[in-house]
C-alpha cells in the first residue's frame, strides 16, 4: 500500500487549511516568539504531525517539546536565509514547486478517495470479499502428548475403556497445555504440522485416534470436540483493509481517467518499461 503514505501529507493539507481559518478567527494563540517572529499553536500541531515515528512513541509533553524545538529551530535560521536570498535560488524553486504539486495531490487524493468513502461503500466492498472467501471448515481439537508409542496405545486403551481424555490430558501429557486437558481451540487446516493435521481432519466430530499420531515432537493421541464452518471476519475487524481497498480502487480510478485525457510520455526507454510495468503491476493488486 505505498500509495498510500500519502495519506500523511494530505493529512498536513487538511490541517494547514485548518489552522489558515482558525488564526483568521483569532483561534489561533500565540505560543511562543523568535525575535519578532510569533510561533502559533497551529505551528506546532503542524510540527507534531510530522515528527519522526520514534519520536512519536515518547510521551505528549516531550513529543510537544521535540516540536516546539524543530519550529524554533527553523525561525532561528530562516530570516538570515532570507536575507542570503536563498528563497530566489533556481533549485529551492523547482523544489518549491515540486512540494506544491504534490501536496496538490495529496489534497485532492483526500477529497476524491480518502474523504468520499462512504459507510455503504464500505459494507458492499466487505459482503464482495467475504463472500468471494472458500470455505473453510474449522475444528475444536485436544490432543495428549507423549514420548513414546507404548503410552500413547496405553491412553487409547483407557480411553477405550471410558476413561475421560481431559483428565487424562492432565495426567499424563507432556505439552505445556495439560492444564487445559489438552484444548487446542478452534484451527483450520495448515495450522498443525502435517502429520497432525491429516489426522485430526480425518477424524469425525466426537471422535479420538485410534492409533497413536507421531510428530517431530511425540506421539499425540486426539480428540475431536467440534467442527463447523470457519465465520468470516467481521466488519470491525476487517474495516482498515476494505477501506484500503476502496482507496486503492478510487485511485487507480481517477489515474485511469486523467491517462485518457492527458498523454504520458517517457524517453528513456528502459524507464518507460519499467514505468509500464509498475502500472500494470499495480492494476492487478
Known amino acids: 500500500m505505498s500509495k498510500y503514505k500519502t495519506l500523511a501529507a494530505a493529512a498536513l493539507v487538511a490541517i494547514i487549511a485548518a489552522n489558515g481559518a482558525a488564526r483568521a478567527e483569532g483561534t489561533d494563540p500565540v505560543i511562543a516568539k523568535v525575535g519578532d517572529q510569533e510561533i502559533h499553536q497551529s505551528e506546532l500541531d503542524l510540527a507534531l504531525s ?8 515518547m510521551p505528549d509533553e516531550q513529543k510537544r517539546a521535540a516540536a516546539l524545538s524543530s519550529v524554533i529551530d527553523v525561525k532561528l535560521l530562516v530570516k538570515d ?14 523544489r518549491v ?18 474523504d468520499s468513502i462512504t ?13 468471494a472467501i472458500p470455505p473453510q471448515e474449522e475444528v475444536k481439537a485436544r490432543h495428549i502428548l507423549v514420548k513414546t508409542e507404548d503410552e ?16 487424562l490430558a ?6 505445556p497445555n495439560k492444564e487445559a486437558g489438552g484444548d487446542l481451540g478452534y484451527f483450520t487446516k495448515g495450522r498443525m504440522v502435517p502429520e497432525f493435521d491429516t489426522a485430526v481432519f480425518a477424524l469425525e466430530k466426537g471422535a479420538y485416534t485410534k492409533t497413536p499420531v507421531k510428530t517431530q515432537f511425540g506421539f499425540h493421541v486426539i480428540v475431536v470436540e467440534d467442527k463447523r464452518p470457519q465465520a ?9 483493509q476494505v477501506r484500503q ?41
Open 50 to 57: 510530522t515528527l519522526d515515528p520514534q519520536l512519536q512513541q
Open 81 to 94: 536565509a532570507e536575507e542570503e536570498g536563498l528563497q530566489n535560488d533556481a533549485v529551492f524553486k523547482q
Open 97 to 114: 514547486a515540486f512540494l506544491t504539486e504534490r501536496e496538490l495531490h495529496n489534497a485532492f487524493f483526500k477529497k476524491h478517495v480518502v
Open 119 to 131: 459507510k455503504e461503500e464500505v459494507k458492499a466492498r466487505y459482503d464482495k470479499e467475504v463472500a
Open 152 to 167: 500413547a496405545k496405553e491412553i487409547i486403551k483407557e480411553l477405550d475403556a471410558g476413561k475421560s481424555f481431559v483428565e
Open 170 to 175: 492432565k495426567a499424563k501429557s507432556s505439552d
Open 232 to 240: 468470516p471476519p467481521t466488519l470491525e475487524q476487517v474495516e482498515p
Open 245 to 285: 481497498l476502496l482507496m486503492r480502487d478510487k485511485y487507480l480510478a481517477l489515474l485511469t481517467s486523467a491517462k485518457k485525457t492527458t498523454d504520458v510520455e517517457i524517453s528513456d526507454p528502459a524507464l518507460k518499461k519499467a514505468y509500464d510495468d509498475a502500472s500494470k503491476a499495480q492494476e492487478t493488486k
